[in-house]
């Protein structure tokens, strides 16, 4: 399956609409109180452009996505959701609700750019309540102008050129950063070190996992943090960071998934229909969990996560992001190790695998390579070396980093011993020297 992001991205976004709740009573459904279930939808009212013909968004997707449970409508809410295409990537939606209006406003693409897109849906609002005009002039230009390069950046002007909205494309493999990432600010915000560690273990071991929040910026802001600390391995099961309460069905789902759900949604689901879940309550930060995985991860690892984790002064930038990668660098960085060379192609030994790494970490590492998402991993690294394709992105720099760090501190150790050797020695000589004179 391979990465869940589109890589020949066109255009900026796909399509904008503003939709309209029809909100309407399911009376076959019951919630936990013992009262009807509400069901709320919407549909669109204004759109751009008028060549999108998605019939699943239009007609099910965007609106259920839009009005996926009961809001409060004291502040204003921004959030994003996913819609996982045929092709199995991600097309993201951006979502805003003004206590202002009845209706919220929605932006589909297929760019990963959150903190962009978020502050775009700011500017999008005031733009159409002040010049309905300059609106449509402004989504047109934005639409057709492309995509700008890795690192690389687009300005769209307003207001008669007295204003302008820069799109910044991220460089390739960068890391969430505080405080510049709105979803990992968030994340770190709403949700302790120990969590973190749990819900990191979980998706190690892919198991069935519900983020709840009442509010839905934080709910699909710490899903989607917390999806981003696998890189460089990708999900490769059901990921809904937004579950409206038409699709709540999925939580019966017997595959590994990463859902987050609004609390209304979630209270309208028994303990029984759940079955074996794994469910962090990102307003209580409470987890709970039938399993025990962060015992089964290296204790050596979850050590150091834990230390560096609670130097809460050294977390600004990408550090927190480092600390997760750094992990998995020491789980999987010695995967070319087990690469063996061939005249048409380059394979993956397993069996080498194990036996190349550290003693303590091989019983983690055995069950490790039975997950889909560390054997898609490979794939997608084999893929890169048989295709001649080098490549340099943090996970492969973290593991020199980490490698050149392992074999200084073996230099060091070798020297260590030798001294100590050869003081040792100096010292028998010397009793013995000392037991001849007396």
């Known amino acids: 399956m391979g990465s869940r ?14 939709v309209k709740p029809t909100r309407g009573i399911d009376r076959g459904t019951v919630s936990r109180n013992g009262g009807a279930a509400a069901k709320p939808d919407g549909i669109i009212i204004e759109s751009f452009p008028e ?7 239009l007609n ?16 204003v809410q921004s959030y994003s959701f996913v819609h996982t295409t045929g092709d199995s990537k991600w097309r993201f939606g951006f979502c805003r609700h003004d206590p202002k209006t009845e209706t919220a406003m929605v932006l589909i693409t297929y760019l990963p750019w959150h903190d962009t897109f978020l502050k775009l849906l700011i500017v999008l609002a005031e733009l159409r309540r002040t010049d309905r005009n300059g609106f449509r002039t402004f989504l047109s230009e934005a639409y057709n102008r492309g995509v700008p390069d890795s690192g690389g950046s687009l300005t769209v002007f307003y207001n008669s050129g007295q204003s302008h909205f820069t799109f910044e494309r991220p460089l390739q493999f960068q890391l969430p950063s505080i405080p510049e990432n709105h979803n990992l600010n968030l994340y770190y915000n709403f949700v302790d070190p120990k969590e973190m560690i749990s819900v990191f273990a979980a998706m190690l071991a892919e198991r069935r996992i519900i983020f709840t929040s009442s509010h839905l910026d934080r709910l699909s802001s710490c899903i989607q943090a917390a999806n981003a600390f696998l890189y460089p391995m990708v999900w490769q099961h059901i990921f809904i960071p937004i579950l409206p309460w038409a ?19 979630l209270e309208t689901v028994s303990a029984d229909e759940l079955g074996e879940v794994v469910i962090l309550n990102c307003d209580t930060k409470v987890f709970e969990s039938p399993f025990d995985d962060v015992r089964a991860l290296p204790p050596e690892i979850v050590s150091q996560m834990k230390k560096y984790l ?14 997760f990668l750094g992990a998995l ?17 380059k394979t993956f030994n397993h069996d080498k695998f194990i036996e190349s790494r550290p003693a303590h970490l091989r019983p983690f590492l055995t069950k490790m390579m039975e997950l889909q998402i560390f054997a898609q991993f490979v794939d997608d690294r084999l893929k890169m070396l048989n295709s001649g394709l080098g490549f340099s992105d943090e996970f492969e720099l973290e593991t020199v980093r980490y490698a050149e760090k392992m074999k200084k501190r073996g230099r060091n150790y070798v020297f260590l011993k030798h001294v100590k050797d050869k003081y040792n020695l100096g010292k028998r000589n010397v009793s013995r020297v000392f037991a001849k004179t007396y």
């Open 51 to 57: 060549g999108f013909r998605d019939k699943e968004m």
């Open 310 to 323: 609670s130097h809460t002064q050294d977390h600004i930038g990408d550090r927190v992001s480092k600390i």
């Open 5 to 18: 992001i589109k890589s020949d991205v066109k255009k900026l976004f796909e399509f904008w609409c503003e």
């Open 329 to 345: 660098v020491q789980l999987i960085g010695g995967y070319r190790d087990a690469v063996e060379f061939h005249d048409t192609c």
């Open 247 to 265: 699709f709540k069905d999925y939580l019966g789902a017997p595959m590994p998934y990463l859902i987050g759900v609004p609390k209304p949604v």
């Open 60 to 75: 099910t997707g965007i609106p259920s996505f839009a009005f996926p449970c009961e809001l409060e409508r004291g502040s």
